[in-house]
């Protein structure tokens, strides 16, 4: 059964800080990719990862890095948190027309 | 600028009744058209999709409409149940090249018992 687990379900932290959200998936998947869904805005792409250290943006990559050292594991890192950036967080990892999604990580910047 | 539209932003239906949700689309190189759905608490998870070589695809009670002309398809849950309540987002994709889904904003469906 295919599998995406994400490190975190809730996490709060404070502005400034720095923040990983780590994703994992045992599918062998190359491509996997970090959302972050608010309310009326639907699903957006922030980063996306086609193979090991590689990635590409999204559609809202500000403020926002990622790291893909092994294939099964792609982290989503905050450099510096702000308000805004307070989100549910999905990761997903596809095979070539299904996504994959873990069930997200709540985070809140205070 | 987005590539997929979806409405209605929300919804409510009556039991047993039909619930419907539309989506265009722009990039007339997009060739297949999944529906995610996603219940409070957890990811988004396919539910069923179709290819724009077909009109129509049923499993189940959910039915996909596809107007290729109008670069339009629509979800059609018929019998509505409550555990039908969730969020249902169209996409939209280059189906076998590994590339990326396009999403539209979802639809939040509520089913009243």
């Known amino acids: 059964d295919v599998k995406v687990t994400q490190s975190s379900r809730y996490l709060v932290k404070r502005t400034g800080e720095k923040v990983f959200l780590e994703c994992v998936q045992d599918m062998d998947h190359e491509n996997m990719f970090w959302y972050r869904q608010d309310p009326g805005l639907g699903l957006r792409l922030i980063y996306f990862?086609?193979?090991?250290?590689?990635?590409e943006k999204g559609d809202i990559p500000e403020g926002y890095s990622v790291s893909r050292e092994k294939k099964e594991r792609f982290s989503l890192i905050l450099e510096s948190a702000s308000t805004n950036q307070t989100s549910m967080y999905l990761c997903a990892s596809m095979t070539s027309s299904e996504q994959f999604f873990g069930p997200g990580t709540r985070l809140t910047v205070l | 600028q987005q590539q997929v539209k979806q409405s209605p932003q929300s919804l409510i239906v009556q039991k047993g009744g039909i619930s419907i949700i539309n989506c265009a689309y722009e990039?007339?190189?997009?060739?297949?058209f999944p529906w995610y759905q996603q219940f409070p608490g957890k990811g988004p998870a396919l539910l069923i999709a179709i290819r724009p070589d077909v009109s129509e695809k049923k499993e189940g009670r959910f039915t996909i409409s596809f107007n290729k002309s109008a670069k339009q398809f629509s979800l059609h849950i018929m019998d509505s149940q409550p555990g039908d309540s969730a969020t249902y987002f169209c996409?939209?994709?280059?189906?076998?090249?590994?590339?990326?889904?396009?999403f539209g904003k979802g639809t939040r469906l509520h089913i009243l018992p």
């Open positions: 990862s086609y193979d090991v250290k590689m990635k």
């Open positions: 996409a939209a994709s280059l189906d076998f090249r590994d590339d990326k889904i396009i």
């Open positions: 990039n007339t190189a997009f060739d297949y």
